[in-house]
């Protein structure tokens, strides 16, 4: 279970381990060039003559009540997939529906209907290894750790609520497997060092933990945007082309794909997943 939990982090940032560049990479969409609008799409429907896919943008959310995951469930029980890609690490599932949602989100949520149904499960996230290599040959791997464990840090106040004793129990499970995860120890492997760091890059207004979450928005366009939104750009704009070839190659095997991703992938992805499985 601690070795599920620690892959939660780097799996976040995985990224593809293609070698090469895609055909169908040029149609995905960059951020700096895409605007949501009243017509953006959040979930779409692609079908060819072998298969199809049900692409669903989900908000990163652990209420159940919340209506998104009654859609959820509507759209896979009319769907009727034969495979299920959901977004992250596989953190597993709880003992029922409420309790999945409640500690794995969205995500969680797929694994759970997928396992009721006896559908397999497919991860839509690459190794780690190959985006850490990628975001190190953009940044120096100060900047590149810095940007993933206080992101992290970010994630674990914001979304899980612990507080900075707890974060830095988590960091620190963290910092001791970053070799094996990863391929290459980190630049920064203290806490002290963390703090050190981040005070350097943004100054004594903020404390290591306490980062906000526009700071990793995937941003490039503004000139105030930190390092850090152009660090997660980069970071989204290459697994992107992962999704988009794992996608398409299970359409093209003749399934039926339900996949639930964070929903700006969608709108993104959407002319390439098109161009890919040949519509």
């Known amino acids: 279970m601690k070795t599920r939990k620690l892959i939660l982090f ?31 799409q959040w979930e779409i429907h692609l079908k060819n003559n072998k298969g199809s896919l049900l692409y669903y943008g989900a908000e990163h959310l652990d209420d159940p009540a919340h209506a998104q995951f009654k859609a959820i469930k509507q759209r896979w029980d009319r769907f009727k997939p034969t495979v299920a890609f959901f977004e992250g690490p596989d953190r597993g599932i709880a003992a029922n529906d409420t309790l999945t949602i409640q500690k794995f989100g969205e995500s969680g949520y797929v694994r759970f209907l997928a396992k009721q149904a006896g559908v397999k499960t497919v991860g839509l996230e690459p190794s780690p290894v190959a985006l850490y290599a990628y975001l190190c040959s953009k940044y120096p791997q100060q ?3 810095l940007y993933l464990l206080s992101k992290e840090a970010t994630r674990l106040r914001t979304r899980k ?11 620190n499970k963290i910092i001791a497997v970053s070799t094996k995860m990863l391929g290459k120890e980190l630049a920064i492997q203290t806490i002290d060092q963390l703090a050190e760091v981040f005070k350097q890059q943004f100054g004594n207004t903020l404390a290591w933990w306490e980062a906000p979450s ?3 928005d995937p941003r490039d366009t503004d000139e105030n945007t930190s390092f850090t939104n152009k660090l997660a750009t980069l970071s989204t704009e290459y697994r992107n082309i992962y999704m988009v070839g794992i996608l398409a190659e299970y359409v093209n095997k003749g399934e039926k794909v339900f996949a639930v991703i964070g929903r700006n992938h969608v709108p993104l992805q959407e002319p390439a997943l098109k161009y890919a499985i040949g519509l």
Do not use: P, R
């Open 161 to 171: 609520e612990l507080n900075k004793e707890q974060i830095t129990v988590e960091l």
């Open 143 to 145: 900047q590149v750790d």
């Open 10 to 40: 780097f799996s976040l940032f995985a990224n593809l381990a293609f070698g090469q560049q895609q055909d169908f990479e040029k149609y995905i969409i960059k951020h700096k060039d895409w605007k949501k609008t009243e017509n953006t």
């Open 214 to 216: 526009s700071w990793f």
